[in-house]
């Protein structure tokens, strides 16, 4: 009885009191597979890896659940590399114990699943469709507040359309103007009000020279695009 009693205290403290009429967070995590993309270079994926722990240590709460996806070509229909349930602790002496065994557990699965054996092909990865990742926070962010984090050079590089290229012309367009335009082309106005995007773009230290002159625009239309969709967002280095 005594134990039952401590573990509902816990569970109560941990998920802020016995009224949470709203339904549990839902985190999201987008990790760029593209050939492209310095995702996986250097220090990148140590620093990756930090980002999520603290996001699972420090941010989530019991309950609340952690999906993350890869960006590629085939972004709009790929499966989660890894989803989990931030569990519930026990309610005793252990539960020191518990909680570090479940940290250790989760760093090795969600590695695992980042930077093991994914099988996502070559092919695959010379591909980048960012606006899926919109599509997919739409779908998530409907049923309740959802925090996103997104590890990209945030080139989207589709079809006909390359943010590259298009930033790269001699008259290319407004970075805010383009967003405008594509916000409309989407649908998306409004529609992640309950989304707080952290945009995270990986580099090296010798930086790269293709995204020199482009990244401040591809950062603007980024602002942007998300802002008009409702969404609070921030961007920063990896």
């Known amino acids: ?79 989660t590399l890894f989803r989990c349930i931030k569990p519930v602790p026990p309610g005793d002496l252990t539960a020191q114990a518990a909680i570090a065994e479940s940290l250790d557990q989760f760093q090795r699965e969600v590695s695992e699943g980042i930077f093991g054996k994914t099988n996502i092909s070559n092919e695959v990865r010379r591909g980048t469709n960012l606006y899926a990742v919109l599509r997919k926070i739409e779908r998530k962010c409907n049923k309740s507040k959802t925090r996103v984090l997104i590890v990209s050079d945030m080139i989207h590089e589709f079809e006909d359309e390359q943010l590259n290229v298009i930033f790269s012309a001699e008259n290319s367009p407004s970075p805010r103007d383009l967003a405008n335009k594509k916000c409309q082309e989407l649908g998306m106005f409004g529609k992640l009000v309950n989304a707080e995007v952290l945009i995270l773009i990986p580099g090296t230290a010798n930086g790269d020279i293709n995204d020199e002159l482009i990244r401040p625009h591809i950062i603007t239309f980024w602002e942007e695009l998300f802002t008009l969709a409702g969404a609070s967002v921030q961007v920063e280095d990896l």
Not at 12 to 34: E, H, M, Q, W
Request: some cysteine; glycine content about 4%.
């Open 1 to 79: 009885m005594k134990r039952t009693l401590a573990k509902l205290l816990i569970t109560l403290i941990l998920t802020g009191g016995c009224k949470n009429d709203a339904p549990p967070r839902i985190f999201l995590c987008f990790v760029d597979y593209s050939l492209s993309a310095s995702t996986f270079e250097e220090k990148n994926q140590e620093r990756l890896l930090g980002r999520i722990n603290r996001i699972w240590s420090k941010d989530m709460k019991i309950t609340e659940t952690l999906l993350v996806y890869p960006i590629h070509l085939l972004t709009e229909t790929a499966s």
